[in-house]
C-alpha cells in the first residue's frame, strides 16, 4: 500500500500524511511485524521526505527522531488529544525542535481549536522539561501558524500576514476578562486566548465570521444535524458491537 502511495503521490504532485507511532500498541505491532519501529518501516519503504506530514511521534525513539529529521518531516503535534488519552501520551516537542524538525500544532479531532492546542501545548511541554521559559509563546503562536504553512508546502503563500500573501485572517477581542490586561499580546493570546475571543475570520479575502457569527452556513442547523448523525451512527454501531459502550467509560 505505501508503494501505491508513493506512486500516486508522484504521479499527482501530492504531498503525504500518516500518524506516526502514536500508541504503544502501534509500535509493537510494527516490531512484531518488521522488527523495526514505525519510523524505520517508513524510512525502509522510502515513505519519508520533506513532502510528508506525521502526526503525534508519541513514542518515536531519539534514534527515531534523528532519522525523521534527516529526511525533512513535518511533525503535527497533538497535545490536547495526546495528553487526554493517557497512554498516548504526547511527543516531547522541544527535543524534536531541538533536532531541526519542523513542528506544526494540530487539534487531531473536531473537539480542540488552536487556542487549545498552543495553550495544552506550552503547559505540558515546559512541564515535560521542567522549564518555564521554553517553549515560548512565539514558538507556540509559529507552530500555530506559520509552520503548519511550511508543512503543507505554502509558506510562500500562507501562515504569516505579509504583502503577496492570501489575505488569511482571524480578528480577536482584546476586550475581554480573560484577555484583559493585554501587556505581552503573544503570552495573552496562547496563555489566556478562547476560541470565543474570535470576532472574525477571513480567508482568501473572504470573510467566513463577522461579529461572532458564521457567515456560509447556519450554524446551529449544522449541530443538529451533526447531534443527530452522531447519536444515529452510535446506535448502529452498538447494535453490531454491543461491547462498544465498554470501551470508552463515560467518565472519559
Given amino acids: 500500500m505505501l508503494a501505491e502511495l508513493n506512486d500516486l503521490s508522484q504521479t499527482y504532485g501530492l504531498r503525504r500524511t500518516t500518524h506516526l507511532a502514536q500508541s504503544v500498541g502501534e509500535v509493537e505491532q510494527v516490531r512484531k511485524f518488521a522488527g523495526v519501529t ?103 503562536l509559529d507552530a500555530a501558524t506559520i509552520n503548519g504553512a511550511k508543512a503543507l508546502g505554502r509558506q510562500a503563500d500562507l501562515g504569516s500576514l505579509k504583502i503577496g500573501n492570501q489575505a488569511d485572517i482571524v480578528m480577536v477581542n482584546l476586550r475581554t476578562p480573560n484577555m484583559t490586561p493585554v501587556i505581552n499580546l503573544l503570552s495573552n493570546l496562547v496563555h489566556y486566548g478562547q476560541a470565543g475571543n474570535v470576532e472574525a475570520v477571513m480567508v482568501a479575502g473572504r470573510f467566513l465570521m463577522q461579529d461572532g457569527e458564521l457567515t456560509t452556513m447556519n450554524e446551529q442547523d449544522v449541530l443538529r444535524h451533526a447531534q443527530e448523525a452522531t447519536v444515529s451512527a452510535w446506535g448502529r454501531l452498538s447494535e453490531i458491537y454491543p461491547d462498544i459502550p465498554a470501551l470508552q467509560p463515560p467518565d472519559w
Avoid at 524505520?40 to 534514534?63: F, I, Q
Avoid at 494540530?106 to 505540558?124: C, Q, V, Y
Fill in 38 to 140: 514505525p519510523a524505520e518501516y517508513l524510512r525502509d519503504n522510502d515513505w519519508l521526505g520533506d513532502d510528508v506530514l506525521a502526526a503525534h511521534w508519541s513514542h518515536c525513539t531519539e534514534s527515531d527522531i534523528e532519522i525523521l529529521a534527516e529526511s525533512g518531516v513535518h511533525i503535527a503535534h497533538c497535545p490536547a488529544s495526546g495528553s487526554r488519552g493517557g497512554f498516548h501520551r504526547a511527543a516531547n516537542m522541544l527535543s524534536i525542535v531541538d533536532a531541526g524538525v519542523n513542528v506544526a500544532l494540530g487539534t487531531d479531532n473536531m473537539s480542540e481549536d488552536m487556542f487549545d492546542a498552543m495553550k495544552i501545548g506550552i503547559a505540558l511541554n515546559r512541564g515535560k522539561r521542567g522549564d518555564r521559559a521554553r517553549p515560548t509563546p512565539g514558538e507556540m
